[in-house]
């Protein structure tokens, strides 16, 4: 059994930064990917950034340069760093593990940026 617990969502003013965690235990193998995913009202949920276990990271066009996902292998965690945040970054986020063709999210964190 797979759990994905995060943390860190909260409101902030626009220009400002948020550090989301996700703390993953369970049996979680050698080789995945994780990643950060979002949700705003009366939208789809959307790849925000992803990072396989050996860290490459990709990341959608529209928090290039502004967020930054990391991982730390021994502790089993993956961070979401958001500077700049916009008030459009304001949604639901997710985190996620895929490994051995499944899927698995956390409860999410909402994001608040006001203008």
């Known amino acids: 059994q797979v759990q994905l617990v995060e943390s860190g969502g909260g409101l902030v003013q626009a220009g400002g930064s948020l550090r989301l965690s996700c703390a993953a235990s369970?049996?979680?193998?050698?080789?995945?990917?994780m990643g950060w995913y979002r949700q705003a009202p009366g939208k789809q949920r959307e790849l925000v950034a992803s990072i396989t276990s050996g860290g490459t990271t990709n990341y959608v066009d529209s928090v290039k340069g502004r967020f930054t996902i990391s991982r730390d292998n021994t502790k089993k965690m993956v961070y979401l760093q958001m500077n700049s945040l916009k008030p459009e970054d304001t949604a639901v986020y997710y985190c996620n593990l895929y490994q051995r063709v499944q899927n698995y999210w956390g409860q999410g964190t909402q994001v608040t940026v006001s203008s």
């Open positions: 369970g049996s979680i193998f050698s080789i995945n990917y």
